[in-house]
């Protein structure tokens, strides 16, 4: 056994030991938005912007959540067909909207926008020519919402006079695969915006989840609006930033709200995450090498060091894999699946390393930001 052996081991544990006990407590799962909040005395206006790209499988089914939302106050629903190849558009406006529905066709995206984002700008613009509304819902087609969800985020927004309220929509998670990479996703996005940082106005931390956001309107304005963003492809964690600068902001986790799109394998879950893991490091060569260095002594060190428990390293290795294992549970029981997918965390955590060097490939290939079949990240860091 080395002296740099030893070292990186006993790094491992104590890098785990500062996740367990200093992160926030970002594994915990506290933060959860649930219907239990005091109703406003007035309940403000609201609109729901829904940008829909190809999306005619699931839109029936998701902007029939959003018309049956139990709402006490004025509440209207933009679709923003963007551009769709299938029946997307069609399919919506079919519904019994009951007088809730507008579908509007997107135009195409000026140089500059993400797809997304210019989908979504055109539906704020539809809706400030005609009647703005207090707030702005920006949801994204394929997640479902209960009904009382509307109720709980615009209650939620109202007792703590927050600018932005988001949700992290519960991931489809019925697959082997699914089962294997899904929570941690959430997982380590809660490590990357510690949930409780993020809502301690205090704190300089900010994030949002992009499936589901409650927007003061007014707030948006003061940023810029969407254009401040119209590059970003990480979208919902650029405006989360931008909107802190305005008031509170709020990030939790949700039952309430739920992608039914389901992931047809690794390969698949491995694009969701490759779209913008690079961008997260600020395209820089250097930070991608650091993150691939933090990760293997975080993922890969302890399971090797604990092969050998004879020595000092083993144990320090062992450690560190509890600790991780320890970290994962809140999430799973979150997910309802079972607390031994802990002992896997250092595998899914290789996989993960794998998916950002590959973000970084496609980037380098000029493929950076795929999204409905464009290619979206900005060609300089």
């Avoid at 909107?243 to 709020?250: A, D, E, H, L, N």
């Avoid at 990760?295 to 890969?300: C, E, F, G």
Wanted: hydrophobic share 50%; net charge neutral; with cysteine.
């Amino acid at each position: 056994m080395t002296v740099t052996w030893l070292t990186l081991c006993a790094l491992s544990f104590v890098v785990w030991i500062y996740l367990l006990i200093a992160r926030g407590g970002y594994w915990l799962t506290r933060e959860i938005n649930e219907a239990n909040l005091p109703a406003p005395a007035v309940w403000p206006s609201v609109a729901a912007v829904v940008p829909a790209r190809d999306e005619g499988d699931v839109i029936a089914r998701t902007i029939g959540s959003l018309i049956a939302q139990d709402y006490p106050g004025p509440f209207r629903i933009v679709l923003v067909d963007d551009q769709s190849t299938d029946e997307t558009g069609e399919i919506a406006r079919a519904l019994d909207s009951r007088g809730r529905l507008e579908v509007i066709s997107g135009s195409a995206r000026p140089a500059g926008w993400t797809g997304k984002l210019w989908a979504v700008a055109q539906g704020i613009a539809y809706v400030g020519s005609r009647d703005p509304s207090e707030y702005l819902w920006l949801t994204d087609a394929d997640i479902e919402h209960s009904p009382d969800n509307l109720r709980a985020l615009v209650a939620r927004a109202e007792a703590g006079r927050l600018v932005l309220v988001s949700e992290m929509a519960k991931l489809h998670c019925s697959t082997w695969a699914e089962r294997f990479l899904i929570p941690a996703f959430v997982y380590f996005f809660d490590m990357l915006y510690p949930f409780y940082w993020v809502n301690d106005p205090h704190n300089r931390t900010a994030a949002a989840a992009g499936g589901s956001m409650l927007v003061k309107r007014t707030g948006l304005e003061a940023i810029g609006g969407i254009e401040a963003i119209r590059s970003e492809i990480i979208d919902d964690c650029a405006l989360g930033r931008r909107m802190k600068t305005q008031g509170p902001i709020w990030l939790g986790l949700t039952e309430m709200a739920r992608s039914i799109r389901p992931y047809s394998g690794m390969r698949e879950i491995g694009r969701m995450v490759s779209r913008s893991a690079y961008a997260q490091l600020h395209y820089s060569p250097l930070v991608l090498t650091g993150t691939i260095l933090g990760m293997l002594i975080l993922y890969v060190v302890p399971p090797l060091a604990a092969l050998d428990l004879s020595g000092p390293a083993g144990l320090a290795g062992l450690l560190a894999w509890i600790a991780m294992a320890v970290s994962f549970q809140p999430m799973l029981r979150f997910y309802r699946l079972s607390p031994l997918w802990g002992i896997a965390l250092p595998a899914i955590g290789i996989v993960y390393t794998v998916f950002t060097f590959d973000s970084a490939l496609q980037h380098w290939n000029g493929r950076g930001g795929m999204w409905k079949g464009r290619a979206q990240a900005m060609t300089r860091a």
